[in-house]
T-cell receptor, first 115, second 109 residues
Framework: ETGVTQTPRHLVMGMTNKKSLKCEQH?????MYWYKQSAKKPLELMFV???????ENNSVPSRFSPECPNSSHLFLHLHTLQPEDSALYLC??????????????FGPGTRLTVL | EDQVTQSPEALRLQEGESSSLNCSYT??????LFWYRQDPGKGPEFLFT?????EEKEKERLKATLTKKESFLHITAPKPEDSATYLC??????????WGAGTKLIIKP
C-alpha cells in the first residue's frame, strides 16, 4: 500500500448505529487530519493530530470521536449520527503540523450515508 | 475574516479551448497557496504550492500564478481527462488552511 488509505470506501448506517472509519498513511508523516466534504461547500476541518496528540478540534459534535493510536493510524468513531452528517469524510496527512511546506496528502475518502 | 473564493463555480469547455480558473483570497499573512485536483468519488490530489506574489508553476497543461490578492490556474489546450473539480486553499500566518468551494471543470471532446 502507498500513500493514504481509507476504509470502508462506502458506509450506510442508521441513526442508532455505531461505526468506525479507518485511515492509514504510509508516508512517514507526523500529522493526520479528518475533514468533512459536503457538496459545493469548502472542506471542513474536523480534527488534527500531531505526533498522536490532538492539537485541533473545530467545534465538532460529540457524536464524532477521533482516535490516533500511533502516527500511522487514525480512526473516526461514529455514533447516533444525523442525516445531515451524510458526506464524504476525508483523511489527510502531512510531514508536520505548522510548517510552511506542510502539504497535505489525502486518502480516497469514505462516502457516508445516514438514513 | 480570512476567506477564499473560487470562480466560476462550474466551467464547460470544448477540448482544446484554453481558459483560467480564479482563486481570490483575503488572509492575514499568507504562507502558501495550494491547488488540488479532485476526481469524482476520490480524495484531492496535490498539484502546486505557491508562496509569494509573482511566482508561477507549471505541470503539463496547467500553469498556476499568484498575486497578492488572487491566484489563477491556467489550462492550455485541455483534454477530456482534465475534467475534475479544482480546489484552492490558502495557509494563513497561523498555519491554518482555508479552503475554497472549488471549480468544477468539464472538458467536452
Amino acid at each position: 500500500e502507498t500513500g493514504v488509505t481509507q476504509t470502508p470506501r462506502h458506509l450506510v448506517m442508521g441513526m442508532t448505529n455505531k461505526k468506525s472509519l479507518k485511515c492509514e498513511q504510509h508516508l512517514g508523516h507526523n500529522a493526520m487530519y479528518w475533514y468533512k466534504q459536503s457538496a459545493k461547500k469548502p472542506l471542513e476541518l474536523m480534527f488534527v493530530y500531531s505526533l498522536e496528540e490532538r492539537v485541533e478540534n473545530n467545534s465538532v459534535p460529540s457524536r464524532f470521536s477521533p482516535e490516533c493510536p500511533n502516527s500511522s493510524h487514525l480512526f473516526l468513531h461514529l455514533h447516533t449520527l444525523q442525516p445531515e452528517d451524510s458526506a464524504l469524510y476525508l483523511c489527510a496527512s502531512s510531514q508536520d503540523r505548522g510548517v510552511t511546506t506542510d502539504t497535505q496528502y489525502f486518502g480516497p475518502g469514505t462516502r457516508l450515508t445516514v438514513l | 475574516e480570512d476567506q477564499v473564493t473560487q470562480s466560476p463555480e462550474a466551467l464547460r469547455l470544448q477540448e482544446g479551448e484554453s481558459s483560467s480558473l480564479n482563486c481570490s483570497y483575503t488572509v492575514s499573512g499568507l504562507r502558501g497557496l495550494f491547488w488540488y485536483r479532485q476526481d469524482p468519488g476520490k480524495g484531492p490530489e496535490f498539484l502546486f504550492t505557491l508562496y509569494s506574489a509573482g511566482e508561477e508553476k507549471e505541470k503539463e497543461r496547467l500553469k498556476a500564478t499568484l498575486t497578492k490578492k488572487e491566484s489563477f490556474l491556467h489550462i492550455t489546450a485541455p483534454k477530456p481527462e482534465d475534467s475534475a473539480t479544482y480546489l484552492c486553499a490558502v495557509q494563513d500566518s497561523n498555519y491554518q488552511l482555508i479552503w475554497g468551494a472549488g471549480t468544477k471543470l468539464i472538458i467536452k471532446p
